[in-house]
């Protein structure tokens, strides 16, 4: 908590019976969080603390600005606090510090080797839980090196007529993305900030393929675990 708070680590901890049952969901432990922007802080300091569930139908990509939360929730909440976009971008990494062992139950904006360092030992991260498809049209391949990268490329590229919708996703200066059937490039930020507004705007525009080209070793791993914990398949060239 000293270390990472406020920030985007969620920590599952056995709860007190002053916890009410509804908070806890009938389980005998609750999830903390303390986030870090300078809206919800004051939200905080003026209602005490809060129970809430995520801006978001089951299924659907976190919102990371308030229309994605109107797309979602509109008309079924009474009003949204709009404190503009978020800062990450990603949710929070949750680790559950309940039984004794570490365990991480979802990967977020808080990269693992940084909990590892903290703590001095190896985390289990097969707990990782999936959310299902919400797109489930839309394949998404990751290449793991440039020469693949082209030739997947080329290979979509090779059939005008009958060629998928292709969006490519990039993080740096790569070859191969001016040709004429992407039908849409996106900018992967720093840390993989925007990969939801990408996923959602993917789905806007009924994308089929979504390419995503060599990432860099910094937001590779949390990437493809976001990506495959959000989709049920996620090929990997």
């Known amino acids: ?68 939360v109107e797309n979602d929730l509109g008309g079924r909440i009474a009003a949204i606090l709009d404190g503009g976009p978020t800062g990450i971008g990603l949710e929070s990494t949750i680790l559950d510090l309940s039984a004794g062992d570490f365990k991480v139950l979802r990967q977020g904006g808080l990269p693992v080797e940084k909990i590892e360092q903290a703590l001095g030992v190896k985390i289990d991260k097969g707990m990782t839980r999936k959310h299902g498809d919400y797109h489930p049209n839309l394949r998404i391949i990751i290449s793991s090196n440039e020469k693949d990268f082209e030739a997947q490329i080329t290979k979509f590229a090779s059939s005008i007529k009958s060629a998928p919708k292709i969006a490519v996703v990039y993080n740096r200066n790569i070859n191969g993305v001016n040709s004429h059937n992407i039908y849409r490039k996106y900018y992967l930020k720093e840390k993989g900030s925007n990969l939801y507004t990408i996923l959602r705007d993917a789905e806007d525009h009924k994308i089929e393929i979504l390419l995503f080209a060599p990432l860099e070793h910094e937001i590779a791993e949390i990437t493809t675990s976001l990506l495959e914990r959000i989709y049920n398949q996620v090929e990997k060239g």
């Not at 303390?34 to 003026?46: E, G, R, T």
């Not at 089951?58 to 994605?68: C, K, L, N, Q, V």
């Open 1 to 68: 908590m000293d270390m990472f708070w406020p920030g985007p680590l969620s920590l599952i901890l056995p709860a007190s019976q002053d916890v009410p049952p509804i908070v806890r969901g009938g389980k005998p432990t609750v999830g903390l969080r303390m986030p870090s922007h300078p809206v919800a802080l004051a939200l905080i300091d003026a209602a005490g603390p809060l129970a809430a569930p995520s801006a978001n139908l089951s299924g659907r990509p976190s919102p990371t600005d308030a229309e994605h």
